[in-house]
Nanobody
């Protein structure tokens, strides 16, 4: 079955850095685009960054542009989110996500359990 397992979250001071990892299994990782989302308390879940299947193209939300970088290692079946210059407003649960096509050709979203990032002095 599809599994996405995030790690790397924690408590960090403003201006600090963290690298989140998402280990994937149960599907053809190298054929799937991967995404990072985040959800702060009382808010909806929003897209943070996307990387295409081969890793040649990435996109990040305007709110994190210039600070966050998404990358992937297809040999390791892992996607990363490097977060630099962290701000208190980056505090959220961060989720790894992919969307796969099922046998009946419908699309299904898969999520990890999330990893908490807290930015505070």
């Amino acid at each position: 079955q599809v599994q996405l397992v995030e790690s790397g979250g924690g408590l960090v001071q403003p201006g600090g850095s963290l690298r989140l990892s998402c280990a994937a299994s149960g599907f053809t990782f190298s054929s799937s685009a991967m995404n990072w989302y985040r959800q702060a308390p009382g808010e909806g879940r929003g897209l943070v960054a996307t990387v295409t299947s081969a890793g040649r193209s990435t996109n990040v939300a305007d709110s994190v542009k210039g600070r966050f970088t998404i990358s992937r290692d297809n040999a390791m079946h892992t996607v990363y989110l490097q977060m630099n210059g962290l701000k208190p407003e980056d505090t959220a649960m961060y989720y790894c996500n992919t969307i796969l096509r099922t046998r009946n050709m419908s699309l299904l979203a898969y999520w990890g359990q999330g990893t908490q990032v807290t930015v505070s002095s």
